[in-house]
């Protein structure tokens, strides 16, 4: 496949020697997912669309979906609606009412053989000045060389602050029709070829990574599912489990809220999918988490028994492990083998530490599935030590209605990370989007301020 563009922002452009745009980027991950190599040709759109309209598997984007272009090519998408406007300078904007008023101005600054010039020309205007780049049709107008400039909502701010100029000093004075934007595929190339395409693109819109890359560049209402609906109207299918395990996850005032669960929901808005988020016992969210389709449990201690069950995200946070003891107590724990002897360890059932220590070999585990009863049953002596972390342990005994003051560490037996646990079945492009929008999280602060906010220091 011949891949094409040409400089516009903020479709395609290029940036300190990269080509990006919202376009590009939706482009070259489906050439990612379908395995498509090479390069994207910049080329002046007249080229470009030469090249689409008499080459077989040539692609051709942002492309406007008209009327008069629709038998031309295949087309994939849609994706986003474009509003096409008059600009005008402000301080010397004409009164402009209708299309026909349009053509008694004396010129009007339009692009070479790209789609809005095409309009303006099939509807009868012989006043058109007409140039091989958007930016020189704006200082054409702004130098008063044109009395309008042809364009559309998102691209005009947009050239006009490369161009150096405010996006406030020109003007929208009359709208001529809404358009979508689609890719185009030449019409000589196989039509399994552009399904292909179509069901990639329409795969990425499920699963959250189009209004992802979208989103960083267009406003919310110009994003598009179909040329009907918009993305918040798409069915959600991704089941998001957690537990009650404070600072992580815990229910308040009838919300589930903690550091994981904040970030899991961070995510979610950015990619643009509801919460769906359900507090369940962990044992039970561990067993959806590996038995059904689209599933993700969360936090979850990536241990090498586990490493093969999920496909991992994160990490959220880390923790280190350790065994506590009533601090009115004088048991002393000096090493790994000595915790073995002691009679009663009280463990969260099927939790990651009571699976660490059975792994061990530890045949005095005494789980239960409320982690919280743990520090009442320490207190009574129901049990001489809790498998517990310098994360949750504070949380837990205030929950329960203890100092943190009277535990005491008897012995710190292991440091780990806490992840997003996905289902083995989900596919590997939400895997990598969720560990994209992790990673750009902690790139921008995000992630440090929901940290801070449950006093958590991260590395």
Partial sequence: MVLITEEG?????????????????????????????????????????????????????????????????????????????????????????????????????????????????????????????????????????????????????????????????IEAVFTYREHFSYIAISKQTSPAIVQQWQATLDDMKADGTFWWLTRKWLPPEAIRVSERQTHTDTPFSLKLYTEDSPPSSYEENGRIKGLSADIVREILRRIGQPDTIALVPWARGYQLAQSEANTALFSTTRLPQREALFAWVGPLYRQRWGLYRWRAGTLRIPDIEAAKQVKRIGTYRQDAKMQYLQALGFENLIPTNKNITNVTHLQRGNIDLWASSDFNMPHLARQAGASPDQLALAYAFHTVGNYIAFSKQTSPHVIRLWQAVLDEMKSDGSYQRICREYNYVPE
Avoid at 40 to 51: M, S, T
Avoid at 66 to 83: A, K, N, Q
């Fill in 9 to 169: 922002i903020p479709y395609n452009y290029t940036q300190g020697g990269k080509l990006t745009g919202v376009t590009t980027q939706v482009v070259q991950e489906i050439t990612r997912r379908l395995g498509i190599a090479g390069d994207i040709q910049v080329l002046p759109w007249a080229r470009g669309y030469k090249r689409l309209r008499t080459e077989p598997n040539v692609v051709l984007f942002t492309t406007a979906r008209t009327v008069e272009r629709d038998s031309l090519f295949h087309w994939v998408g849609p994706l986003f609606t474009v509003r096409l406007e008059f600009y005008a300078r402000k301080s010397a904007a004409p009164r402009i009412g209708s299309l026909d008023a349009a053509k008694q101005v004396g010129a009007i600054a339009t692009y070479k053989d790209d789609f809005r010039e095409q309009i303006l020309k099939s509807l009868g205007f012989t006043n058109l000045d007409s140039s091989n780049s958007p930016k020189s049709n704006i200082r054409k107008l702004m130098s008063g060389r044109v009395d309008l400039w042809f364009y559309d909502n998102i691209g005009a701010p947009k050239i006009a602050s490369d161009a150096g100029i405010d996006p406030t000093e």
